[in-house]
Each structure stands twice: as C-alpha cells, then as structure tokens.
C-alpha cells in the first residue's frame, strides 16, 4: 500500500519489507529506481513536477524522514517505520555479498565513495565492489566507466533532487543495473566522514538537533524539514 505525501507516493513498509522488496528486483527484467524520501525531497517535489513524476514513478520510494512518519499519523493510514537509507545501505549490502550481487558506488566529494568501499569491504569481505566514483568530478562521461564495470546495484550519492534526476537520465546507458538507489547522505556517515545521531536522539527524531549542531550551516535545510515542511503539509490537508 502506498500512502500519498503532497503528492509523492510513499510505500507503507517496514524496513525489512523494503530490503525483500529490493531484493526481489534484483532478479528483475526491467531496471528500477528506489527513492529514499525525507521532507526536504517532498518540498523540491512540491516546486518541480517533473521531479515528483520521477519519484513517483520508482519501484521502491520509502520514507526515511522522521517528519513523514510524524506527518502520516495525521492522514488515514500512518507510515509503519522509517527506512533509514544509511542503514539500508549496510543491510542491503549482506544480501548483495550473500548473493555475488556486484554494487558500485557513485556520489561522495573529496574522496568520501572510496573511503565508503574501503569500509563496507571490511564489513563485508565477500562483497563484489565493482568501483567508486567521486561526485565531485564532472559526470559527464562517467556512464561509460560504470557500464563497463558492469554492477547490478548502483547507489548514488549526489544529494536531492540531483540524484534521482541523474539516474532518470542515465540508468538506461548502464544496463546492467537492475537496481539504482538514491542514497544522499549515506556515504557521509558510512565513511565516518560526519558523526551519527546518538541512538536516543535517533530514537526520539532528533537527527536534525544533531545536524544543526554538528553541521550549523545546514540551518536553511533543517528549516525547511522541520518547519517549511509542516506547514505545507498541513495546508495541503486543510485545502483537501
Ligand atoms: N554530493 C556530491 N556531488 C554534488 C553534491 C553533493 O557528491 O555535486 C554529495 C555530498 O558530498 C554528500 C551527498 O552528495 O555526500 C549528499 O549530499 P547532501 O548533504 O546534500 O544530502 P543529504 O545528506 O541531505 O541527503
């Protein structure tokens, strides 16, 4: 069942739904694109049409902001869980090297896409890594390099909506990929490039009080999250 968010429709499915779900893909005919959704992706959507006729069109779009957990419970079905990406990243990648399923890692500055592969292969020493890419380089080409690295599954880490809209655009130049994931964020935390939340402030939805104070230039992102985002939500109920 999905449940609609200013006009993104959101998969009601718990955590391990989703790794089954991507898992299933992965024998797929088609290639797919799996959203990992938060209020700021609702707001760009809200501005950009076509950006929500992309989101809307993924295989897999679940709800990895606390905010649309928070917003859910004011409409007629709530969201189940959260489907935290940089979590999903590390549970998907045990499937991938249980099932020689290769991944390549797209996204990251400065160095943040090596420094992810060289921590997941010490998590997980049998996974097939078929290569990295800086996302601070121009990507202009660099669908040749991954074609010809061949992966199954490809994350990619350019922040919204740049992410989604770049594997709208290129997915079908690599045709190996059967499942191409928009991570934002993932690798930062993956790489030990920024701190996690401490688990009760993850627990209690206060990963944005986190941000704020380790990263205070992001204070007009977490803005819009946490108040923009309210209120347009509840406008849109009210207008409903
Ligand atoms: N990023 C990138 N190239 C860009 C813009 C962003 O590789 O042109 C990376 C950035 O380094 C970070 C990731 O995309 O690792 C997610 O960026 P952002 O912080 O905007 O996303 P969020 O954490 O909010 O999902």
């Known amino acids: 069942m999905k449940i609609e968010i200013l006009g993104v429709k959101i998969d009601n499915i718990t955590f391990q739904d989703a790794i089954e779900k991507a898992r299933a893909l992965l024998g797929d005919d088609k290639q797919n694109l799996m959203v990992t959704c938060n209020p700021e992706i609702l707001l760009h959507a809200d501005k950009d049409n076509f950006f929500r006729d992309i989101l809307n069109s993924a295989s897999i779009c679940v709800a990895d902001g606390f905010g649309l957990i928070l917003a859910s419970k004011f409409l007629k079905d709530s969201l189940m869980e959260r489907v935290v990406g940089v979590d999903f990243v590390g549970d998907f990648c045990k499937i991938c090297e249980k099932e020689s399923k290769s991944v390549y890692l797209l996204g990251g500055r400065d160095g943040i896409a090596q420094k992810t592969a060289d921590r997941l292969k010490k998590r ?117």
């Open 124 to 240: 997980f020493p049998d996974l097939k890594i078929s290569g990295w890419l800086d996302g601070g380089i121009n990507l202009k080409d660099c669908c040749k390099l991954i074609k010809s690295a061949s992966p199954d599954v490809l994350f990619v880490a350019l922040g919204a909506p740049r992410q989604e809209k770049w594997i709208y655009d290129n997915l079908r130049e690599i045709p190996s990929v059967k499942l191409a994931i928009g991570v934002g964020g993932a690798f930062d935390f993956i790489s030990g490039n920024v701190k996690r939340a401490p688990k009760f402030m993850r627990r209690l939805g206060l990963e944005w009080l986190w941000r704020l104070i380790i990263q205070p230039w992001r204070i007009r992102r977490i803005f819009n999250a946490v108040i923009v985002f309210p209120i347009l939500f509840f406008a849109s109920i009210i207008k409903k």
